[in-house]
């Protein structure tokens, strides 16, 4: 072999070498890329030339925020933008499905309500929702008048409120009348509430919306086909179907005797008509002297439960 020959082997050696090394490289930059490894590059040169091995470093990622749950994807907030509301009025926010009990603290996590006063969220069972479908907020006692709310669901829904001047009404079923307290200004009507057997539902409920007539069906509520038809001045209480609105036989019974189907009637001499003037969602309407106290979950019953067990109904005490 000439040695012409032999130094064209040799370079075609080295050739497949440099060949072999790219290959195994560019097997391991690709197996690097699927592992999301961080492989430090190290200068060989300088190794070479017995000098210590220069490290790359990576620079970390900053971790991207966290999205929003997509349980919050079908939330509802009872409150809207803007709204003046009474000061028994909670925060309520509804889901498009359950919560499962476990991810129910995520959820609240992603819940803020911006405002000075002390308060709790609490997972409440609606008359209408499955269990999982409904949370609340109030402060411990009623909401300060004047006070400026911002509630936040997630990244997605926002509401600003304004909490109203203070209006606390106490129905007496025993002495049929009823207490209206307005911003300190007391004045007292009579009124007549649910007959023995039907009686009006104990507690505090709160003002969900109004409405100048409401067509009211006692079948629907069980009672046969004792009445039908539209009242006035009606003021929205409980989800089954408790109004304090305008009723003729106010007029004969206020004060005196309770004949009603489990509403609160007054009187068409006006009586009903200042007070659904004056009332807005939020405003308090207290009942005592009655039996069977209204559920926290039918309408905005919060205020029947304790303070303790308030808090104790989150996801996060």
């Not at 929702?129 to 411990?140: A, C, E, K, M, T």
């Not at 023995?196 to 086909?225: C, F, I, L």
Request: proline share 5%; aromatic share 6%; net charge positive.
């Amino acid at each position: 072999m000439t040695t012409r020959a032999r130094s064209r082997r040799r370079a075609s050696a080295r050739t497949a070498a440099i060949a072999c090394s790219l290959t195994a490289l560019t097997a391991l930059a690709a197996l690097t890329g699927c592992a999301r490894t961080q492989v430090p590059a190290t200068d060989t040169g300088a190794a070479a030339a017995g000098r210590p091995n220069a490290t790359a470093t990576a620079t970390a990622r900053p971790k991207p925020a966290p999205e929003p749950l997509k349980k919050l994807a079908g939330a509802h907030i009872n409150i809207a933008e803007g709204q003046t509301v009474g000061v028994g009025m909670p925060v309520s926010v509804t889901f498009g499905h359950p919560v499962p009990r476990a991810e129910r603290a995520d959820v609240e996590r992603q819940l803020k309500v911006v405002a000075t006063v002390e308060g709790s969220w609490s997972w409440v069972a609606d008359r209408n929702l499955s269990d999982g479908r409904r949370v609340d907020f109030r402060p411990r006692t009623y909401w300060k008048p004047g006070t400026q709310v911002t509630v936040h669901a997630g990244s997605g829904i926002t509401r600003h409120f304004t909490v109203g001047r203070s209006l606390v009404a106490t129905v007496d079923v025993r002495t049929h009348t009823m207490r209206i307290v307005k911003d300190g200004t007391a004045r007292t009507v009579p009124i007549t509430a649910g007959a023995p057997g039907m009686d009006t539902w104990n507690g505090t409920m709160v003002v969900s919306d109004k409405a100048p007539r409401v067509y009211m069906d006692s079948r629907t509520v069980g009672y046969g086909d004792a009445y039908a038809g539209y009242y006035a001045y009606a003021v929205h209480l409980t989800a089954s179907g408790t109004y304090l609105h305008q009723n003729p036989k106010a007029d004969t019974y206020a004060g005196r005797r309770n004949v009603t189907h489990g509403c609160v009637g007054l009187a068409t001499d006006g009586t009903a008509k200042r007070f659904y003037d004056e009332v807005v969602p939020g405003d308090v309407v207290r009942v005592v002297g009655s039996r069977e106290t209204v559920a926290p979950g039918n309408g905005y019953g919060d205020w029947n439960v304790g303070w303790a067990d308030w808090r104790a109904g989150s996801a996060l005490a």
